[in-house]
Nanobody
Framework: VQLQAYGGGLVQAGDSLRLSCAGS????????MAWFRQASGKEREFVAA????????IYADSVKGRFTISRRNAENTLYLQMNSLKSEDTAVYYC???????????????????WGQGTLVTVSS
């Protein structure tokens, strides 16, 4: 599956932003999907994940209650709604897809086979 992430931009602290990730090439619902992010000078970190059917979601503690991951399989699209943004949310955000990702590995980037190119989110304080 090919992934294209978009929707990043420059916002102020407290604002909202929605990222999208368009998938193509395979049956989108077969894939567990996730968002990761990487801030400048830091390692990539897990943000959120959602199972192929969309019924199970998992979040990093740092974004729980502020971010919402969702998907529309009929449109081959993954979303990340980000509210109450903070300066520490500034990063390049990547979408990722994998098949048969076990729960214990869902926050591990190595469990995902396909990655989008990333979209930059900058939150000014």
């Amino acid at each position: 599956v090919q992934l294209q992430a978009y929707g990043g931009g420059l916002v102020q602290a407290g604002d909202s932003l929605r990222l999208s990730c368009a998938g193509s090439g395979r049956t989108f619902s077969n894939y567990d999907m996730a968002w990761f992010r990487q801030a400048s000078g830091k390692e990539r970190e897990f943000v959120a994940a959602i199972r192929g059917g969309g019924t199970t979601t998992i979040y990093a503690d740092s974004v729980k209650g502020r971010f919402t991951i969702s998907r529309r399989n009929a449109e081959n699209t993954l979303y990340l709604q980000m509210n109450s943004l903070k300066s520490e949310d500034t990063a390049v955000y990547y979408c990722a897809a994998g098949t048969g990702v076990i729960l214990s590995s869902i926050a591990n980037g190595a469990a995902y086979n396909y990655w989008g190119q990333g979209t930059l989110v900058t939150v000014s304080s």
